[in-house]
Nanobody, 123 residues
Framework: QVQLVESGGGLVQPGGSLKLSCASSRSIFRINRMGWYRQAPGKQRELVATVTSGGIVNYADSVKGRFTIFRDAAENILSLQMNSLKPEDTAVYYC?????????????????WGQGTQVTVSS
């Protein structure tokens, strides 16, 4: 499995910014899709943003225009720049690596997760 370690969470006031980072044990450009998910207390884990190995990005409607996902190949780091943060962005943020392994006719999928980092938006 891919080892993922998140960092960068913390407490920020509404309207502020944070940058999350996810260090990967494997080349992030060779992983089929990487992304950020979040889970607020009492809620299900939800997609925040993903990027494919080919560079196609996808954002949840709730973060479009505020969050940016990007990759640093030199450092094997996946980052999430979060601007104009709102209290409803408060959650534990998880890094994910989605892989498709093996030949097309017998492909096996695998998900790897980091330990999560807490983001709290509050005045």
């Amino acid at each position: 499995q891919v080892q993922l370690v998140e960092s960068g969470g913390g407490l920020v006031q509404p309207g502020g910014s944070l940058k999350l980072s996810c260090a990967s044990s494997r080349s992030i450009f060779r992983i089929n899709r990487m992304g950020w998910y979040r889970q607020a207390p009492g809620k299900q884990r939800e997609l925040v943003a993903t990027v494919t190995s080919g560079g196609i990005v996808n954002y949840a409607d709730s973060v479009k225009g505020r969050f940016t996902i990007f990759r640093d190949a030199a450092e094997n780091i996946l980052s999430l720049q979060m601007n104009s943060l709102k209290p409803e962005d408060t959650a534990v943020y998880y890094c994910n690596a989605y892989e498709e392994i093996g030949p097309v006719e017998r492909v096996v999928t695998r998900n790897s997760w980091g330990q999560g980092t807490q983001v709290t938006v509050s005045s």
